[in-house]
Nanobody, 126 residues
């Protein structure tokens, strides 16, 4: 199973980036895929999650209204469109997946995910 994250980079305050996470080797039909982020010395933080089947989407409060998570099932890929970026969004971003159907509360917990991609670094300069 592979989750391949890409799209990170350096952007100015207020700018935009789109992250992609392509999955292979696992059917996530009944599961959920998510984005987390982490800065050195801090715990991994939930950003957003989307159910592979159905329309359930979850966001952490700090990104709601600025970030949009979406999926392309034909491409086995999820995206994170990040607009209005702030310096506090600077982090290594990770995509994660599980074949289990999580609910809003459990979808925010890193321990609930079985598969992780490598990180992609997002740096927002002020």
């Amino acid at each position: 199973v592979q989750l391949q994250a890409s799209g990170g980079g350096l952007v100015q305050d207020g700018g935009s980036l789109r992250l992609s996470c392509r999955t292979s080797g696992r059917d996530f039909s009944n599961g959920i895929l998510a984005w987390f982020r982490q800065v050195p010395g801090k715990e991994r933080e939930f950003v957003a999650a989307i159910k592979w089947s159905g329309g359930s989407i979850y966001y952490t409060d700090s990104v709601r209204g600025r970030f949009t998570i979406s999926k392309d099932r034909a491409k086995n890929t999820i995206y994170l469109q990040m607009n209005g970026l702030k310096s506090e969004d600077t982090a290594e971003y990770y995509c994660a997946g599980t074949g289990r159907g999580l609910i809003s509360t459990t979808a925010r917990l890193p321990r609930e995910y079985d598969y992780w991609g490598q990180g992609t670094l997002v740096t927002v300069s002020s």
